[in-house]
């Protein structure tokens, strides 16, 4: 395991790592997905080690030292978490978790449609965090409606192939499994929309608490 001084440069095989000896209930494209809502979230109090301690069902597991709690927590929030912030910048956009090309087969669509409906549930639910209703600026807004269909589109070619009535030709197969990548990137650009619209608003927010915000007095 990498030392605390290095956990910002650990790679994504390292943290996957991190997470499965810690039992984390998440798969990690769902929590890469999960912070990276949570980054983009349209609240100015976002708290990383809350989304964090959710992640885990409320509480994070059980450490046998010091040591293990700073891997974990030092390794999800100074890397994966600082890593992420970065695609807030236009000419960083966030990337879905990338997968290996696999056969046109029910058995793989039925793999890569549950992956990305994950994915797009989890980043719903980190840009929401512990609250039911959140306000959003309308081109987010609007994404969000986009996305909630991609992810509905995505769900039904799960649920078709995970139990299918009967054989289908493999130029059928191909043919979903293009739609299902296309849909990957129809995501992708929703997801960023999402960001940048709501950085913009809290942009324009600090702006607005620093005019209204009284003079020092000397």
């Known amino acids: 395991m990498a030392k605390h001084g290095k956990l910002d440069q650990l790679s994504d095989g ?24 949570n980054i983009a979230s349209p609240g100015m109090e976002v708290a990383p080690l809350q989304e964090l301690n959710r992640i885990w069902g409320g509480a994070l597991p059980e450490f046998e030292n010091e040591e293990e709690a700073k891997q974990l927590i030092g390794g999800v929030m100074t890397g994966l978490w600082n890593s992420l912030s970065k695609h807030q910048s236009r ?18 669509l039925a793999k890569l449609s ?26 987010a807004h609007r994404a969000i409606d986009n996305l909630g269909e991609i992810r509905a589109t995505i769900a039904s070619v799960h ?60």
């Open 159 to 218: 649920e078709f192939c995970a139990c299918p009535p009967a054989p289908a030709r493999t130029e059928s197969l191909r043919e979903t499994l293009k739609n299902l990548r296309n849909l990957a990137v129809i995501a992708e650009t929703a997801i960023n929309t999402i960001i940048q619209a709501n950085k913009a608003a809290r942009a324009a927010l600090l702006e607005v608490y620093s005019m209204e915000k009284p003079p020092t007095l000397h």
């Open 14 to 37: 390292e943290l996957q790592t991190l997470l499965k000896k810690h039992d984390c209930p998440l798969g990690f494209h769902e929590v890469r997905a999960r912070l990276m809502g």
């Open 91 to 108: 000419s960083n956009p966030f990337r879905m978790t990338r997968v290996k090309s696999g056969p046109a087969t029910y058995e793989h």
């Open 114 to 139: 549950r992956f990305r409906r994950e994915e797009i549930d989890a980043f719903i639910e980190g840009l929401f965090g512990d609250r039911d209703e959140q306000e959003f600026p309308e081109a």
